[in-house]
């Protein structure tokens, strides 16, 4: 068996030989081989124990969490009475907001924790876009060679198998023909007869040759050694196997594993891609409740950030199990896909290394019976060639069926070169390259990226459930938005100070008022509140309200003339029973 070495245009990267690297415990930790082998119990254990340290990260994260959710809720509670003064305190000092002093720096700094943890899970977003593309694109290749090798494969099979069911026909009809007709001359007889036992031979040839199923001896008869027919069709699209005999094709024929995979990668990519997007909707809301102040859209916000949580540790486990995994194969895929293969299908392993190595120093495995194939069309050739020119003049009858026999000969040359060219190894192999570039470069760096998108989205969501609690405790309540809307609703000139101010002293109950003047009728002197409207009786009895200030009076005042004004004065001088107002005219 080859080195990996051989195989021309690969090297492992340098990312899978560090991951490769890696040490392997098993359950019962001890050391173990890092040998690619997925059927193993032995290599399954180690990589679960990889795997379960993402369990392990997701425990410490609880915990970190939880020590913060009971910091809140017992800490915080018992300094809420002692920090009562330091409080009010703080707030007489503080200006605008009111958010200055030692709560303000609190909630400032819970505030940008949650921020700057909303920014980080951002970022991992970015990242996770980038490593969810790199690692569709590896599959992509992948599974593109993987068709077109199955394209190779089943043109191989269509070439075959017309070969073989056209030199049948040339023995089963024309050459049988020519016999009964050259029955009376030997030469010409014997030339018919060797061109039928040619025939036979290059088709018992052929028939050994086969790629997409177990190898057929060569003693085998005919019928036994019939090769499945497959359609050829572009790479672009999967080809349709028909096994026959009811059998299943082979779980490792590229075509059946190139759909498989490109079904799972089509699930896997969406399951991602709702996954980012839950992480992008999430930080979104949550930097829209910390800008608005609301705390019922941080709750959610926060019941969601427990969903995303647990997700990202769980993908942190399967990204890093398939690395490790894929990171074995990569170092040594040839070891895997000939053992796999030769125990699966039962394909010769020196016809896997030759396609898998394409080593100049190599020859094809079906050299010998190609040459042997080219030296039996070429002496049945010369034999149709000496019976045109010698038999026809005798038997001209014979004319027809030699035609036919010349014309399948032809089409078989052409098929058994077309043959020759596609059991080359260079088509098959740079397929096989192909593969490997996709799954072991861009998948690999495809799969890191997820993997450094998940642990990052982890410890930002893990900041962000410890910092958003104390965030949406530290908001204002409704009852006290209430308070503070019907404190400006009182005095809309009153300054935001000096209501805190009036406040305070009113619970204290130790500042005088600052106008307190005695007497029973006193009026303060400057009051914002329009003074009540007094009725005042005119010259003919009826009432006036000529004492309301303009802004609410329903009609703009009506101008006066001199006489008007005077004889206005003199109604002044008669008594009024409501009492006597001053007039805003009179002065």
């Not at 609301?294 to 690395?323: D, K, N, Q």
Request: aromatic letters at 8%; a negative charge; glycine letters at 6%.
């Amino acid at each position: 068996m080859a080195a990996l070495t051989t195989v021309p245009s690969y090297a492992p990267s340098l990312w899978v030989r560090v991951c490769h690297a890696l040490p392997r415990l098993d359950l019962t930790m001890q050391m173990k081989d890092n040998t690619f082998v997925p059927d193993s119990w032995e290599y399954q254990q180690t990589l679960l124990v990889l795997s379960s340290l993402s369990a392990i990260a997701l425990v410490i994260s609880l915990l970190v969490v939880l020590s913060f959710l009971i910091h809140y809720c017992c800490c915080h509670r018992g300094d809420r009475t002692e920090g009562s003064e330091e409080e009010e305190e703080d707030e007489d000092a503080s200006t605008g907001h009111g958010y200055s002093g030692k709560k303000g720096r609190g909630i400032c700094c819970v505030t940008w924790v949650a921020v700057a943890s909303v920014t980080l899970c951002c970022v991992a977003l970015g990242i996770g876009f980038y490593g969810n593309s790199e690692a569709n694109d590896g599959m992509y290749q992948l599974t593109s060679s993987l068709l077109t090798a199955n394209y190779t494969l089943a043109s191989i099979d269509l070439l075959i198998s017309d070969t073989i069911s056209g030199l049948q026909l040339s023995v089963s009809d024309p050459l049988t023909s020519m016999e009964e007709l050259f029955t009376g001359s030997k030469p010409f007889l014997a030339s018919t007869r060797n061109c039928r036992r040619l025939s036979e031979n290059v088709i018992n040839l052929l028939s050994s040759i086969s790629l997409a199923r177990s190898s057929v001896s060569s003693n085998d008869s005919i019928s036994g050694a019939s090769i499945i027919p497959l359609t050829p069709v572009p790479p672009s699209v999967a080809p349709t196997m028909v096994p026959a005999g009811g059998l299943m094709p082979s779980p490792f024929a590229p075509g059946w594993a190139a759909n498989t995979l490109m079904v799972n990668e089509d699930y896997r990519w969406l399951s991602y891609v709702l996954l980012l997007l839950l992480d992008l909707i999430v930080c979104l809301f949550i930097l829209l409740g910390l800008a608005k102040q609301a705390r019922w859209l941080l709750i959610l916000m926060t019941v969601l950030a427990w969903l995303a949580l647990f997700l990202s540790w769980g993908s942190l486990g399967l990204e890093t199990a398939t690395v490790v995994a894929l990171s074995d194969f990569c170092t040594d895929p040839n070891t895997f896909v000939v053992n796999s293969t030769h125990f699966n299908t039962g394909t010769s392993s020196d016809v896997l290394d030759y396609y898998l190595t394409c080593s100049r120093r190599m020859n094809s495995p079906f050299q010998q019976l190609l040459t042997q194939s080219q030296r039996a069309l070429s002496n049945i050739h010369t034999h149709l060639s000496s019976l045109d020119r010698n038999a026809l003049t005798q038997f001209p009858k014979a004319e027809k069926s030699l035609r036919e026999v010349q014309q399948i000969l032809n089409s078989t040359e052409g098929n058994f070169h077309q043959l020759v060219a596609l059991l080359n190894c260079r088509g098959l192999n740079k397929d096989y390259i192909d593969s490997l570039k996709g799954l072991c470069y861009d998948g690999m760096e495809g799969l890191l990226y997820l993997s450094l998108y998940s642990f990052l989205s982890a410890l930002a969501f893990t900041a962000i459930l410890c910092s958003l609690p104390g965030a949406w405790r530290s908001f204002p309540s409704e009852s006290e938005e209430y308070e503070d809307s019907d404190s400006e609703s009182e005095d809309p000139f009153t300054s935001h100070q000096a209501r805190r101010q009036t406040t305070s002293g009113s619970q204290r109950g130790a500042t005088t008022p600052f106008y307190n003047y005695p007497g029973a009728g006193w009026t303060p002197p400057f009051s914002s509140a329009p003074p009540l409207p007094t009725p005042n009786v005119s010259s003919n009895g009826n009432p006036g309200y000529e004492s309301l200030p303009l802004t609410d009076r329903q009609s703009p005042p009506p101008s006066y003339s001199p006489s008007m004004l005077t004889g206005y004065g003199g109604s002044q001088s008669h008594p009024n029973p409501a009492g006597q107002s001053r007039n805003l005219y009179s002065r």
